[in-house]
T-cell receptor
Framework: NAGVTQTPKFQVLKTGQSMTLQCAQD?????MYWYRQDPGMGLRLIYY???????DKGEVPNGYNVSRLNKREFSLRLESAAPSQTSVYFC??????????????FGAGSRLTVL | EDQVTQSPEALRLQEGESSSLNCSYTVSGLRGLFWYRQDPGKGPEFLFT???AGEEKEKERLKATLTKKESFLHITAPKPEDSATYLCAVRSGYSTLTFGKGTMLLVSP
């Protein structure tokens, strides 16, 4: 049981380049999330998808776009990378965003460096 | 706006030396307080959910408690394998989780 799988694990970009982070879950969860984690800042929500076909902005959405491709997959795209987007990105999923428990299962993370 | 403050930022313990981590929160209508453990280079892993003041949950050497303003994660007789960053998060209404910055725990043999 793989849980939440993110690719790539590491990526180095030059300013202005674009890239897509991929995320897939095999737990039949309805909701999926993208977070970034920076030293001294904690985990901050970029975008989330409460269910297939819907996406919503989180706390720090600027410079990012997302696609909920199907129930399993949720991708994060950087159209024109900036050094401020250097971070560790985590994808997570939960059974249902509106349930009381709403326990998140996280992927292992993708470390992105923008030069 | 929900707010979560964790203290201390870092804590160093000797093996067997019990202590507590603090999570203070401000929310309008708590729908859950969550504790996660994060090992270096990995994603956070769920530990506990607490819903109401007075609730307690235990798992091995860890016990989480909740009051109306804060939560404590008590670590009894810690072992080196308990070394990790412990994250606290809250949820109010139908919002998404708000995380604290975490407490980095190091347990020395």
């Amino acid at each position: 049981n793989a849980g939440v799988t993110q690719t790539p694990k590491f990526q180095v970009l030059k300013t202005g380049q674009s890239m897509t982070l991929q995320c897939a879950q095999d737990m039949n969860h309805n909701s999926m999330y993208w977070y970034r984690q920076d030293p001294g800042m904690g985990l901050r929500l970029i975008y989330y998808s409460a269910s297939e076909g819907t996406t919503d902005k989180g706390e720090v959405p600027n410079g990012y776009n997302v696609s909920r491709l199907n129930k399993r997959e949720f991708s994060l795209r950087l159209e024109s990378a900036a050094p401020s987007q250097t971070s560790v990105y985590f994808c997570a999923s939960s059974r249902d965003r509106n349930s009381g428990a709403n326990v998140l299962t996280f992927g292992a993370g993708s470390r992105l460096t923008v030069l | 706006e929900d707010q979560v403050t964790q203290s201390p930022e870092a804590l160093r313990l000797q093996e067997g030396e019990s202590s507590s981590l603090n999570c203070s929160y401000t929310v309008s209508g708590l729908r859950g307080l969550f504790w996660y453990r994060q090992d270096p280079g990995k994603g956070p892993e769920f530990l506990f959910t607490l819903y109401s003041a007075g609730e307690e949950k235990e798992k091995e050497r860890l016990k989480a408690t909740l009051t109306k303003k804060e939560s404590f994660l008590h670590i009894t007789a810690p072992k080196p394998e308990d070394s990790a960053t412990y994250l606290c998060a809250v949820r109010s209404g139908y919002s998404t989780l708000t995380f604290g910055k975490g407490t980095m725990l190091l347990v020395s043999p």
